[in-house]
């Protein structure tokens, strides 16, 4: 879907769920609370995974490609050639990457859940890392509502959600720019920020300058 037909579709039929029901659940209207959530589902909720700049750079994004490989197989009941159409790479580099990363066919096979219960859950976390941002900022009591309220919306919003594909490639560019914007924040310039993530400095500016960070 082009990014304007999201926007339109975010404030015509996601911002009103969740505004009215911030505003049943909280007995007021917080406009910024709606605002925040609109932008966080703006892009695909089962894309969202969290940037650990702790791990060398090399190891987060071995780490994110795994996340990211078993989400689609989880999504897609297993079926190799429809995470290959999604993710945009050949059969071949699936079943690579597969191997190379270690990810157990037979195991999410196994463990299979409803793509529809793995989309509700990666809304319902989406909504609830932006409830975490207003603890201290809402009554406990109002909050508490709203967290109880979470799986409701989610089965509301799932009804009006489009299916937002996101290559492998597309992927791992939106985790490298979070990743080292979170780096670069933690470490306040490239030199230190280079010697902490593992890469060399020159490599580093590079991936800067390639990302337009």
């Known amino acids: 879907m082009a990014e304007e037909n999201i926007d339109e579709l975010l ?28 932008a966080k589902l703006s892009r695909s909720p089962l894309l969202e995974f ?15 490609k795994r996340a990211y490989l078993e989400k689609m197989l989880q999504v897609h ?3 190799i050639s429809e995470v290959a159409r999604y993710a945009d790479i050949d059969r071949r580099s699936i079943h690579r990457l597969i191997k190379s990363l270690k990810i157990s066919i037979t ?10 219960d793995i989309k509700r859950s990666a809304v319902s976390h989406a909504i609830e890392g932006v409830l975490d941002l207003y603890k201290g900022v809402l009554h406990p009591k109002k909050l508490k509502s709203m967290y109880q309220g979470v ?6 919003l799932l009804k009006e959600l489009p299916e937002q594909r996101m290559t492998l490639k ?6 490298e720019k979070s990743y080292f914007k979170k780096a670069l924040k933690e470490n306040n310039n490239i030199s230190k920020t280079a010697k902490k993530i593992g890469l060399r400095y020159e490599t580093l500016h590079r991936k800067i300058k390639s990302l337009n960070l």
């Open 151 to 156: 799986t409701e919306l989610s089965d509301n």
């Open 50 to 64: 969290p940037i650990d700049t702790s791990l060398k750079f090399k190891e987060a994004k071995k780490r994110f």
């Open 77 to 79: 009941l297993g079926n």
């Open 170 to 175: 597309e992927a791992e560019e939106e985790f």
């Open 107 to 116: 195991k999410i096979k196994k463990d299979l859940i409803k793509p529809y």
């Open 11 to 38: 404030d015509e039929k996601i911002k009103p769920l969740i505004k009215e029901a911030t505003t049943k659940l909280l007995g007021v209207t917080v406009d910024e609370l709606t605002e925040d959530i609109t």
